[in-house]
């Protein structure tokens, strides 16, 4: 009801006028007829009515909505407040649009990758399956979650407690169609995949059982729906049309539903394609019904009232049973030694809620890290803004004393204030999400991942404008509710007589103000201790020794369209790496197998007559062209390197870094040795030469035992090689001109990810580049803030206490009475800060430990500079307002206030 | 006046025919020889709650001089209201007059 009339107040407002105005009317007719004079009755019918604007008065209230009125009129009052002073209000918006941006920014990724779940029904019914020990065979990916294509169909085709269990693999595939042929990420699934996702089509069908039952048998495809709309302009012909892929023809079926883009988040699948083609796709990889080769990645959901705990016991048994029908197989026949550690292996399932995580696993650290870290950047500015607002109140403490006077209550005057707070949180999280936009974009583009294939997004999402709406509003309470109680204390008696009301904060506030700073150096402190251990962690990942001269080298990966036969591969590589070496500008070229410092390798076991084959030994291997060492500069330390003279002999050869010959062969070169690839495997490979330690996988840890095999003894398993173009300046001058020459030698090649070697390099440890970066940004950034806070109370202490220290100064006191004065004012504020803050240090140190390197998390020296650059902070702010103390003119002092 | 009579006194002044602010005012104060005194000014507030609360309604009319005036009419909840409002006020004065006694 209320509601209504507020709404319509002011038509009824008019009515009511015409009401009075026709009582006044009427009454004054009667008057009349009783015999007065006009004027005379007209001012006897206004008496008669009584008093108007009490009246007015109550109808008024009727029609308002208290809380909303006054929220209104409050509103108004702080528009005119921060009108009135544009610095203080510039000041207080952009601390909290920093805060609120970063915290926005760093949001923005966590939750894509740490938060949110897969876009498909029920997601907490996915589990994915996960085998812990070793694997006995050939294994993809980080060794767990693979399994080989026989153990699947036989946990499917046996298991009961799920409603589904389908499996997936990734890959890359040339598309060709095109005006050029294109890379683009595709999965193998079997036929089920899309019914256990419970994801439906948006145009054709998509797959089913029916298309994934005999090897090579199911040339079909489904597109994903972004793709389909990005890369074929959202033509509903393609369905039934054909595509190729790596030279062979599918017919596509069909195209998903929006949204989905596979299990994998950030990494989308393109094109779907039944795990029956592999063979098709990938002639390397021809077979699958190889027992110890482990490739594929099983997804299964939950049937409804199924725990996973149970579902985890039940598969273990079937898991077992399969275990026993593999030890039959030829190779535990072999080596009958083995069987007791394969049987320790350890079946478990784990939620795929959020489909599989190997983005989040390398990301989720960091990003729970940095969102620590921009909450306590927040906290920082909220604690400046409050003190600003109780400046700024202890300066408006004659205008509130005056209003109380008039009979605003406190809680009404506090209520206004934090108007104002919420007015000027809200602008800082409207210019927050904007700058927290820009920076997550950023932030995205300095991630190592192909930006075309990438799918995190840097757009603000309603999810996202939420989490900055609720960070807005908190930041508002927090940094608005104790200035704006304190400051509207103000007792009109006291503060209306006192001389001094311009400056009369009142001691509570100086003391609420000193806490708000103690805050601040605390977090300081602890965000520059963190900062300090990221940026010592990438100085030493830095100072690394690689065993490569990696600067001006580029690297690429070169893969034909469609699979050629060995001969013409052998022919192809050599003419390829012939023709680059004589491109301008590029001193050497050389090529491997394994991608370096991508984290992918080719390890196995070897058989040397010098070791013992129960110690198993072991080495990581690759395969390499001719070049390699002088594209890389890694020195050759004894024999030689490989030449061309080596390619297509069918002589096998192969070198061995010093780490391999200090462990197995005593430290003496064994050039013109033999050893074998395998367990007790022929000695067919003879070792032709010793290179220096270098870095392969990885650019940490302990430099791995490596043997390389020319290229040319594995060449019908070649598909992609990584070149390594050696330029004789910077290496981007020559990316084109490379380009071009790979073209013009075979128009089929698909080059991709060509960039410096330096770049790749940085790619692996971009986790501590951004950590250490943001968090030394962050750090500063909050320092600063603490210093300006701590300069703002003491200057105001100076300005309280200027009359006190003029008398002093007068009475005969020393400058350096005076500064003691005031370090007393801030010392145990500091000292406060930073014991909290080398306290919190510690708790902060043991949980990102893991993401430091080689330092440890109360490492010395960081803990001192910390303290020591914070000391020196707050000396500059403490001593120029002490300076100022001590420059009070006596005589002037005295006559002030 | 009686707190929280006023409301019943308008309603009832409304019983017989529909009116305006002041015929209701002068109808209290006649009708009870004027010893009931209603400030005319605070009539209006009331008459606006009345409505809001769905006892009266009101309409603009044409009074008898031809000017325009805001006419109130009781509805059916007001004249279900004044009925109770009344007995429950006849029951309070009884009361009251049995505690009091015969006049002395």
Redesign the interface.
Known sequence: ?TWR?FLHRSRRHA??R???E??I???T?ENIARGMAPPDARAAAQR?????S??LE??YR?NSVPVFDTLLQDLRYSIRQIKAQPGFAAAAVLSLALGIGANTAIFTLTDQIVVRLLPVPEPQSLVQLRVDGGRFGSNNGDGTHAFSYPTFKALRDTQNVFTGITGQVLSSASLTGGDRPEMVRIALVDGNYFQVMGVGARLGRLLSPDDNIKPNGHPVAVLQYEFWKSNYRSDATIVGQTIRLNGSPFNVIGVTAEGFEGTTVGFPARIWIPVMMRPTISPTNPRLDNERDSWFYPYARLKPGVSMQQAEAAMRVLYRQRQEEELSSPLFTQFPQLRDSFLKQTFRLESAEQGDGGLRRRFERPLIVLQWLVAAVLLIACSNVAGLLLARGASRQREIAIRRAIGAGRARIAAQLLTESALLAGMGGVAGIAIGAWLSKSLLASLPFDQANFTISAIPDLRVLGFAFVVTALTALFFGLAPAWQNSAAAPSVTLRSEAAGIAGGSAGVRLRKAFVALQVGLSVLLLLGAGLFVKTLQNLRRIDLGIKTENVVTMGVSPAFPYEPARKLQLIRELMDNLGRVPGVAAVGANSTQLFMGGRSDGSVTIPEVDENSRPQSFFNWITPGYFEALGIPIKAGRGFTWADWGGGRRVAVMNEQIVKEYFNNQPPIGRSFGRGMRAPLDTEIVGVFGNSRYHDVRGEIPRQTFMNMDSTIANITTINVYARATGDPRTVMAALRTEIQRTDPNLVVTGMRPLDEQINSRIVNELLLSFLATGFAVLATLLAVIGLYGVLTFVVARRTREIGIRMALGAEAWTVVRLIVSESAAVILFGIAAGVAAGYGLGKYIENQLYEVKPDDTLVFVLTVGALLAAAAFATLLPAHRATRIDPAHALRTD | MLLGTLDMLVLRALLPAPAHGHTIAHVIETTSEDILLVEHGSLYPALHRLEDKGYIASFWGTSENNRKAKYYRLTKAGKDHLIGERSRFETLVRAITRVLGPAS
């Open positions: 009801m009339r009515e009511f015409g009401e009075i026709s009582y009317a009427r009454e007719d008669r009515f009584g008093n108007l009490l009246a109550k109808e009727m």
